[in-house]
């Protein structure tokens, strides 16, 4: 394994490792991706070893562009309008795979619909650009743990099965993208599956588009959406959350200005109150209060406005009883 700097020779490296079939962690907008060509199911494979998935979760297919996302997959009116006001961007879309699109079965899990987005971080454009190939990706953590933000915390989780991180820092969202489904019926209008720092409010306000809750679907209507388990993005310690005082020793996630007193470690997501700060460190301040090894961790309430929800979604699956 090898850690690069994110200069025009690693990037052309990385585009050859992929072209042959390797895997490479590259850096997006919200969290490092472990990529590989999504054509090549010995090469997707690979990807599921190396995160020790317990089942194979259909992955994101990255792409350069919205034509190329086009021969993938099949656009409605509202999937392109969406398409057009948030790509490049952290804005998954689900729907039906094209039947010639020549992805591997592996990266949609078996499914007729696949996951796609054009990212917006400029190394994983040009690597796309460079490597030519649509790149299946899920964040590059193991399986179970917080997704990376870092070059470093791939190299934690996974230093053994990547050929190569591409490193560029790390990412300015730091929160997964918004994962929107829209089911075979053209009529109906598409689901939240996984909240993210484009809120259902930046939708509907952007494209008059309104996405419903996975929980207002009805049966007939809701796309399956596996991979989300209720327990995912876990620390090690127990995690507990809204609290207004720490216990003696526990660590402290804390969020805006004022701060109870604590004895044991604290790491302040925003001291201004800023949410799209605090999204950006979530990640990398629990890794870092888990590896304190306090054995439990109080964050502090986070309110539900904006990114909010999607800080909320990820810590009450953190907080979740481990499977
Ligand atoms: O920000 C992100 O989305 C990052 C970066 C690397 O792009 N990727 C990421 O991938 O978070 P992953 O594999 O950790 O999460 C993908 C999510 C999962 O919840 C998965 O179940 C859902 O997308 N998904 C993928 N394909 C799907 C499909 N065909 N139908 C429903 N859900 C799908
Ligand atoms: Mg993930």
Known sequence: MEILTANQAAIAKAAEILTDGGI?????????GLAANAKDGTAVARVFEAKGRPQFNPL?????????????AEFNDAARKLANAFWPGPLTLVLPR?????????????????AI??????IARELLEKAGLPLAAPSANRSGHVSPTTAEHVAEDLSESVDLILDA?????????????????????????RPGSITPDNIEIATAIAPVAIGQVSNDHAPSAPGQLSSHYAPKARLRLNVDRPE???????????????????????????????????????RELDSAGCGSIAAMPIPWTGIGG???DRLLRAAAPKR
């Open 24 to 32: 490479v962690a590259m850096p997006t907008e919200t969290v490092y």
């Open 60 to 72: 994101i297919v990255h792409v350069a562009d919205l034509a190329t996302a086009e021969t993938l």
């Open 98 to 114: 094209r039947e010639n699109s020549g992805l591997s079965d592996l990266v949609t899990a078996g499914l007729t619909s696949v």
């Open 117 to 122: 987005r054009v990212p917006g971080h400029p």
């Open 169 to 193: 820092g790390p990412c300015p969202v730091g929160i997964e993208s918004t994962v929107l489904a829209f089911c075979e019926d053209e009529n109906q209008p598409p689901v939240l599956l």
């Open 248 to 286: 003696p020793g526990e660590a402290l996630l804390a969020f805006g200005p004022d701060v109870p007193p604590s004895s044991g470690p604290v790491i302040n997501l925003s001291e201004a109150g800023d949410l799209r700060e605090a999204a950006a460190n979530l990640f990398s301040a629990l």
């Open 310 to 312: 999607a800080i909320n």
